[in-house]
């Protein structure tokens, strides 16, 4: 891993203690760079190499940017651009380490039965809600829309 210095023997140490490129005991990579081997050995392919991570990333993550307003995955596509950028970027692997956990903590929250009645009872009220709107509505104009189609 390019750890911004020339000299040999110096590696980057995640903050839970694991160093870079080093398999963590419960099966998952450490953090580092994923660049074949051959590319580490030289700094300058290294650095072209982050380069161009950086690039299809940012083209990725910008793609996504334009899609959340847009028709569009538009999270997903982010998700995958921090994806493309982790496997070389150590900020970019702990950013998507706390994104997985928080994911998953939600993803159990939600699975609680208290919240999922909490969730039921909210969706059927506002269904409720919508359905006395569409009967008053149309109870009061009947079903002629609320603009006037024939003067175009």
Known sequence: ??????????????SDGTQAD?????????????????IKRSRALHLSWQVGVFVVGLAIV???????PLPGPGWVVIFAGMA??????????????????????AAQKALDPKVRRRNITLTVIGLVIVGVLVGVYLWKFG??????????
């Open 84 to 105: 493309v950028w982790a496997t070389e970027f150590v900020w970019a692997q702990l950013v998507l380490r706390w994104t997985k956990r928080k994911v998953t903590e």
């Open 143 to 152: 079903m002629v829309m609320p603009w006037k189609i024939k003067d175009q």
């Open 22 to 38: 080093e398999p963590k005991p419960d099966g998952e990579q450490g953090l580092g760079s994923r660049a074949p081997g051959f």
């Open 62 to 68: 910008g793609a996504g940017i334009v899609m959340l």
């Open 1 to 14: 891993m390019n750890t911004g210095s020339d000299q040999s023997g110096e590696v980057a140490v995640a």
